[in-house]
């Protein structure tokens, strides 16, 4: 789309202005980059600083620029000092870029597309090394409307007329009006008839532009009574019902008689609010030069600090809807009717630009050095050719902003008396906004304090053993930002703070306030750490507790000798702790650990009949084994080893096993016939029936005796 004379015009300026007053400043001892986060914001922007050499410390001061685009509106602005330690060749800064609803809403409009900033890196006096102009984009171009691009927005001053009428009803429709109170159907009207963008109304409300607004229509009575207007703006609570005395929050009521004691069926035309009659006021006829006659307005109310001095309602600029509702009053049937209703409304601007704020540049304020200027507007701001702004420390060049909020200026501080404050003195041509409305810049004081002071201040540290992970800067100059001191560490101690410059009482946290002055030197101060000592069992069972054992010290423990009771299968003895003991460095836990000898236990072999064999020592879980034993033969058996009882197992403790044996008898040669004892005890024996009678043994084959 091809962009207007205007949008190339302001931002050729911009861009020039930038160019010239960078090239101006730019050194080669630091190297400055960037990336982003997003292409969408809000984002953050990450700044990488290199520098040239690295073979010896330096410090340097980082800071951003306000020019167009505003610190904690369009960015958060970030200073700070920075030590590189010697080798280190490159550090970071991130700044956070704002995303456009973030803002005020006076900062987020404009006539071009693009908001500026500078990144920064100075010297430890504040002169700058090198720097980068930052464009932010996020920003609406007003120009612009319905896809169509203007010279500028004037086109939205002036009256627009609206036709308006209840949901389902034509605007040359007779509506019935009832006294059933202002919640019958109301007809509505929007800023968006105005503005056709949210941007122009946000923009038009923070630049203190009104809506002056005037109702019109035709009236006329269906019964004879009192007829009611009320005109609301973002609101329709609490305003039902009431005559314009209880106006509540509409913004504006009127109460009028359509033929003043009588009935009267003829259209008429009214226009509210009546601008000849005043507020909480009424007046017979005020509507003859609308050739009407016969009305007659009781009351009308304005809301306080609605009415206009022409009389007319005052909107805000900013509005999101407006309604108008009717009611009827009055001794029986009331009804009365009207058609033909517009909102008639016109953006009005009647004041001419304020200064919303006044960003100076964060610096070493000393002669040569450079400043920068921005003042924010309430409103988008004009002036001629390229304005001077003149304050007490010199005279600053325009730099860029026309046709933003913002007017940025930037130059070199040439005068100044030593601690004088800067003030903002004025500026060689007028502000004005689109309309032409003018303001002269007044003289203002800015809280930043001159200095002429030359000197860098040393810095002396004695860290006492201790060390710093990232090294405090050894010099300092008056204007250098506000810094803190990084704490050291030490090991097996605790830092409890600075002494030195800062006083005899430690402090963790020492900062050096720009604007400091002077030599300074820092002593750190350390306790040593001390810790516990715990000796358990191997179970976990407390033996001994030694609280503050210092850092570095041995442990030693002092109680009875750490026991574990036997089991079936072991026997134990201390051996000693799982970790070799060593100087205390933190807190510690020795357990007990104990040295395991495999029990044994005595095996007792017996006879049959309970005699003592042997004995034997069998470690727990072997099977123990013995010889067989052996049973000597009598004159009538002999005997086999048949086993032990009970079955040999594992040992797990004391046992006893004793032997069984199997019997076998010894077979005569030859029968004693003499036989007298009865009874018969049979036994089989080498396929014979061998038989017991009394003392005599008999055997007869194949059968059996009885």
């Keep these: 789309m091809r962009k207007s004379i205007l949008f190339y015009v302001t931002m050729l300026l911009m861009i020039s202005g930038i160019r010239q007053y960078s090239s101006a400043q730019t050194n080669t001892g630091y190297a400055v980059t960037y990336s982003y986060s997003s292409q969408k914001f809000p984002r953050t922007v990450t700044f990488k600083i290199d520098r040239g050499a690295t073979s010896h410390p330096d410090t340097i001061i980082y800071r951003t620029v306000s020019l167009t685009a505003i610190e ?19 550090k970071t800064v991130d700044v956070n870029e704002r995303a456009l609803l973030d803002r005020d809403a006076a900062y987020r409009y404009h006539t071009g597309e693009s908001f500026f900033y500078r990144f920064e890196v100075l010297d430890i006096t504040g002169k700058c090394k090198n720097g980068k102009v930052m464009s932010i984009t996020s920003g609406i171009d007003l120009t612009k409307r319905d896809g169509k691009q203007y010279s500028d927005f004037t086109y939205f001053y002036g009256v627009q007329r609206k036709q308006i009428a209840p949901d389902g009803h034509q ?73 314009p005395d209880a106006i509540n929050k509409a913004r504006y009521m009127a109460k009028f008689e359509h033929g003043s004691g009588e009935l009267n069926t003829e259209y008429a035309n009214y226009v509210f609010p009546v601008a000849s009659v005043g507020d909480n006021e009424g007046a017979e006829l005020p509507w003859t030069d609308l050739d ?98 003149y304050t007490s ?61 030359n000197a860098n201040y040393t810095i002396s540290y004695d860290l006492n053993g201790g060390s710093v992970e990232t090294p405090n800067p050894t010099t300092y100059y008056g204007a250098t930002p506000t810094f803190a001191l990084n704490n050291p560490t030490k090991q097996g101690y605790t830092f409890i703070g600075w002494t030195g410059s800062n006083g005899e009482e430690p402090q963790t946290e020492v900062t050096i306030a720009q604007g400091s002055r002077g030599n300074r030197s820092y002593t750190a101060n350390w306790i040593m750490n001390t810790y516990t000592v715990t000796w358990q069992n191997e179970d976990g069972t407390i033996l001994e507790t030694d609280e503050d054992v210092t850092y570095g010290s041995r442990p030693s423990y002092n109680g009875e000798m750490p026991a574990k009771a036997a089991d079936a299968q072991y026997t134990y003895m201390f051996k000693g702790w799982d970790a070799e003991l060593a100087p205390v460095t933190s807190d510690v836990t020795y357990t007990a650990t104990y040295r395991a000898t495999l029990n044994t236990y005595t095996i007792s072999w017996l006879d049959d009949e309970d005699n003592l064999i042997d004995q034997t020592e069998v470690a727990y879980g072997v099977v123990p084994e013995h010889a067989d034993a052996v049973k000597a033969a009598t004159a009538q058996y002999t005997y086999t080893f048949a086993g032990w009882i009970p079955e040999i197992v594992a040992v797990t403790g004391d046992a006893t096993y004793k032997a069984t044996f199997d019997t076998t008898p010894i077979v005569p040669t030859t029968i004693d016939q003499s036989v007298v004892d009865t009874k018969v005890v049979k036994f089989f024996h080498n396929e014979h029936i061998l038989i017991l009678r009394g003392d005599k043994t008999y055997t007869v084959t194949g059968q059996e005796m009885r």
């Design 72 to 90: 904690g509106q369009h960015f958060d602005g970030v200073s700070g000092v920075i030590v590189f330690p010697t080798g280190t060749f490159s």
């Design 171 to 243: 605007f040359a429709e007779d509506i019935i009006v009832t006294d059933k109170g202002y919640s019958q159907n109301y007809s509505s009207f929007g800023p968006y008839t105005m503005y056709g963008s949210y941007e122009h109304r946000e923009y038009f409300g923070a630049s203190k532009a009104e809506i002056l607004a005037t109702l019109e229509f035709q009236a006329k009575e269906t019964n004879d009574g009192y007829q009611h207007v009320q005109i609301l703006v973002d609101n329709l609570d609490d305003c039902d019902k009431g005559d």
């Design 393 to 453: 420390w010199g005279a600053l060049p325009y730099l860029m902003g026309k046709g933003t909020n913002v007017l940025a200026f930037g130059g070199k501080i040439t005068d100044g008396v030593a601690g004088s404050q800067l003030e903002i003195e004025s500026m060689s041509s007028p502000v004005r906004d689109i309309l032409g409305h003018e303001m002269t810049l007044t003289p203002r004081a800015i809280p930043y304090a001159y200095k002429t002071d």
């Design 292 to 389: 009407n006659n016969v009305g007659k307005l009781t009351l009308q109310r304005f809301n306080t600090g609605c009415r206009a001095e022409d009389g007319r309602l005052i909107i805000p600029a900013n509005f999101k809807s407006g309604v108008v509702r009717y009611d009827a009053s009055g001794n029986g049937a009331d009804n009365w009717n009207v058609k033909k209703s517009y909102i008639n409304l016109e953006l009005v601007d009647r004041y001419a630009p304020e200064v919303l704020d006044i960003k100076v540049s964060q610096n070493a304020y000393r002669t040569g050095n450079e400043l920068y200027v921005s003042i924010a507007f309430n409103e988008m701001v004009y002036t001629d050719d390229k304005p001077v702004l």
